[in-house]
């Protein structure tokens, strides 16, 4: 049986390139990059050229960037640290209603410790409501969190537009942006987009797991989450995972020369499937953005009468590969608060599907993905709705 992987915005699998650069490492550059000998030097070094090349993308400096272990620990350092440094200045959090969990919940917890915690809400498509985020952006607000592409539905949001309007309101406010979906899939300039901490995972952009950055504007202070040695100026202690960041170092590299053509081709692919489902399979809608807007990667399908899991499974069954959602929280029985916050009535909860396409996916294979869909929705609702439809 063929397997076809269509859950790239849960991960993606390594370029070869990047698993030979992590065994390299491993075996050769195993140094500790604080050890002052010439092992260690090799390791420092390796350290140095992939914040050299994060720079270069992101457009800030080099000593801006703090590796992590991936985009939830970035996502939790930017917020909690942020909080810690500055609970004294003010106690106003904004955030959307459809961030991932790693931001949704560390905000609830905040809200635990005394902080006001404001959630912005977004239309159908997923769009954030900019006049609601102007209101609520006052002097007592310190911190915004907005992802840049959602991981479930796709939407890409004006990070430019949303920057420049909170520190129009309030100089001070510090904007934070959850990059994880777009890192290597679109060009991002922190200073330009006015951005003061950004979150980036390399799993997501063909780099190895366990790896990830958070940008840091030098001019904002943010505690440590973990201490010890006092590696990376003291905000993150730990020895650094240098065959991961090596590994990532490739992963940018093959992001940075390929973005434009990727994405051309994530487009075509989102396209097809898109058109190919609505025009076969009734009774199925797309969540959030129009096929033709949205992150090219990303396509989430609504199918009428059918629980995302039972589809899910029957998919896999003929060897495809799909998520019902955020793979943080896919694996849990509670229902998607993205599809909640633009708006799906209750009976459209639970019956999506998200595609994510790469770098591999060919028109041949969502062909045959199409031909499966469509068997196996109209077998299923033949024993859900009795053969009918709603």
């Given at each position: ?323 019902s959602g955020s793979a943080c929280s896919s694996n849990k029985k509670v229902k998607s608060t993205v599809l909640s916050a633009i708006g799906n009535k209750k009976e459209d909860l639970d019956n999506a599907i998200r595609f994510s396409f790469g ?32």
């Amino acid at each position: 049986m063929k397997e076809i992987y269509l859950d790239y915005a849960a991960t993606t699998r390594p370029l070869q390139e990047v698993a030979e650069a992590v065994a390299v490492s491993m075996i050769n550059t195993y140094g500790n990059p604080s050890s002052l000998h010439k092992k260690g030097v090799e390791a420092e070094t390796i350290l140095k050229e992939t914040s050299d090349k994060l720079s270069k993308m992101l457009g800030c400096l080099a000593d801006e960037i703090i590796y992590t272990s991936g985009g939830t620990e970035s996502n939790n350092m930017a917020i909690l640290g942020l909080c810690a440094a500055y609970k004294r200045r003010a106690h106003k959090l904004i955030t959307s209603s459809v961030e991932h969990p790693s931001v949704l919940e560390t905000f609830k917890y905040l809200q635990t410790q005394g902080f006001e915690v404001c959630i912005i809400g977004v239309d159908k498509e997923g769009m954030l409501d900019l006049e609601a985020l102007q209101k609520a952006i006052d002097k007592e607000t310190l911190l915004v969190s907005i992802m840049h592409v959602n991981n479930e539905i796709g939407t890409v949001q004006d990070i430019e537009r949303i920057g420049g309007l909170i520190k129009q309101k309030n100089k001070d406010t510090f904007f934070h942006v959850d990059a994880v979906q777009s890192f290597g899939k679109a060009p991002i300039s922190v200073k330009k987009c006015n951005i003061d901490l950004l979150s980036i995972s390399a799993h997501k952009f063909y780099g190895p797991r366990g790896v990830g950055v958070l940008y840091k504007n030098k001019d904002v202070r943010i505690n440590p989450l973990i201490y010890g040695g006092g590696q990376q100026k003291g905000i993150r202690a730990g020895t650094e995972n240098v065959p991961g960041i090596a590994g990532m170092l490739k992963a940018c590299n093959y992001a940075d020369q390929n973005m434009e053509r990727l994405n051309a081709h994530y487009r075509t692919c989102k396209m097809y499937l898109s058109d190919s489902v609505l025009e076969h399979i009734p009774d199925t809608f797309i969540n959030g953005p129009d096929k033709s807007k949205g992150a090219p990667h990303i396509l989430n399908i609504g199918f009428r009468g059918i629980k995302s899991e039972v589809l899910l499974h029957a998919l896999e069954s003929k060897g495809i590969y799909v998520s019902s959602g955020s793979a943080c929280s896919s694996n849990k029985k509670v229902k998607s608060t993205v599809l909640s916050a633009i708006g799906n009535k209750k009976e459209d909860l639970d019956n999506a599907i998200r595609f994510s396409f790469g770098m591999d996916t060919s028109l041949e294979e969502l062909s045959y993905v199409a031909d499966k869909l469509e068997e196996q929705v109209m077998l299923l609702r033949k024993y859900t709705l009795g053969g009918r439809h709603k």
